[in-house]
Nanobody
Framework: QVQPVESGGGLVQAGGSLKLSCAAS????????MGWYRQAPGKQRELVAT?????NTVYVDSVKGRFTISRNNAMVYLQMNSLKPEDTAVYYC??????????WGQGTQVTVSS
């Protein structure tokens, strides 16, 4: 099993930046994909960005050009620039193992004020 733990959320004004971090512990050698999802109040959880062990990335269209995902071993980061109020959500770190098992962190709140 792998357990991800997020950090770095907070309150920021529109146009500002935040960097989220996630540290995975446990059987980290079985990690395939790491990434970030988010869930705003009253909305479904949505993919923000993912990165494979070989560095291939996927972004949701709404964050392309503003967010950057990066990875270092069992750490994954999300640099968020030019933040908008619609980016306000709880952000969850996501880990997929080579077995296909998914693990989620507890979430970190990001609030962007207008």
């Amino acid at each position: 099993q792998v357990q991800p733990v997020e950090s770095g959320g907070g309150l920021v004004q529109a146009g500002g930046s935040l960097k989220l971090s996630c540290a995975a512990s446990g059987n980290i050698f079985s990690i395939s994909v790491m990434g970030w999802y988010r869930q705003a109040p009253g909305k479904q959880r949505e993919l923000v960005a993912t990165i494979t062990s070989s560095g291939n990335t996927v972004y949701v269209d709404s964050v392309k050009g503003r967010f950057t995902i990066s990875r270092n071993n069992a750490m994954v980061y999300l640099q968020m620039n030019s933040l908008k109020p619609e980016d306000t959500a709880v952000y969850y770190c996501y880990v997929r193992l080579i077995t296909g098992i998914n693990s989620w962190g507890q979430g970190t709140q990001v609030t962007v004020s207008s």
